[in-house]
């Protein structure tokens, strides 16, 4: 039939985007080393980076924070393990959850944006007009968007951050009688300086990771409209499976060996 999709090809399609994607981020890099920076387009997107998308990093960090608090303070009150609730709350938030749930909330939201916008552009001819401008399309839309994203998701997670901790800590107070002073007692016993670096290196791989994808998926975009939506959510899922996997290496290489929590 001449509508059947044929899972060959698409995965080759796939994989060749892939291949694209790695290699814009090469010239991206390339680029930024020689300091070509378009200031107003990277200040633009920050503040559509940034706080556009601080409502729904807030919100679910405060119900990420007490859903954890309630699933952990049940279980640990039993084993008489109160004292350590909100650092266990703290330790996971700062090395996983944050950076990885607010770069998902980001790649839904904004690198779905860029594929769009870029993809819009290409089946429009607009990219073939800024190259006609003797403007070079990486200059302009994709360092803007990679420098904007990987500076304002570090920001966006050390809120998600202090936002889940407040959440858990208020719930652990009134629904378990954990007293404030004894949760943030809890969270300087169990994390440490590296544990929020780490937090803030692995926002801003992220944050590079979804703008390369989203901009690379937008300029290889091609069909019209349809393949302006095809391209978003590809770009959406191609994005949310870079940070698992890379998520994943970044544990292995940051968290190596055994913990050195101390037990009171």
């Known amino acids: 039939m001449k509508n059947q999709i044929n899972p060959k090809s698409t995965m080759e399609s796939w994989l060749s985007r ?3 994607a790695m290699f814009l981020g ?3 890099l390339v680029h930024l080393l020689k300091v070509k920076i378009h200031r107003r387009n990277t200040i633009d997107t920050m503040a559509e980076v940034g706080p556009e998308s601080l409502t729904i990093v807030l919100v679910t960090a405060a119900f990420v924070g007490m859903v954890f608090t309630i699933q952990v303070a049940r279980e640990f009150i039993s084993l008489g393990a109160q ?12 090395r ?11 790649a839904g939201r904004v690198g779905s944006a860029f594929a769009a916008e870029i993809g819009t552009m290409r089946v429009t001819e607009q990219i073939d007009a800024l190259y006609t401008l003797k403007t070079d399309p990486i200059d302009y839309l994709v ?16 809120l998600f951050l202090v936002t889940g901790m407040a959440g858990g800590m208020a719930l652990a107070d009134n629904l378990f009688d954990i007293p404030q002073s004894l949760f943030l007692s809890s969270i300087d016993r169990f994390i440490d300086v590296w544990d929020l670096f780490s937090s ?3 926002s801003a791989i992220f944050g ?22 095809k391209s978003t959510t590809t770009a959406v899922v191609t994005a949310m ?3 698992f996997i890379t998520n994943f290496f970044l544990s292995w290489l940051m968290f190596q060996g055994t913990g050195t929590i101390t037990p009171n």
């Open 241 to 243: 499976l870079a940070i």
């Open 200 to 202: 803030v290196i692995k």
């Open 18 to 20: 892939l291949s694209a």
């Open 96 to 106: 996983e959850i944050a950076p990885v749930l607010t770069a998902l909330l980001v």
């Open 208 to 229: 590079g990771l979804i703008a390369t994808i989203g901009c690379s998926w937008g300029l290889t975009t091609t069909g019209g409209a349809k393949g302006v939506g």
């Open 83 to 94: 004292t350590a609730v909100g650092g266990v709350l703290a330790l996971a938030l700062t």
């Open 143 to 158: 360092i803007p968007r990679v420098l904007a994203c990987s500076l304002m998701l570090p920001i966006l997670t050390i």
């Open 26 to 28: 090469g010239q991206v």
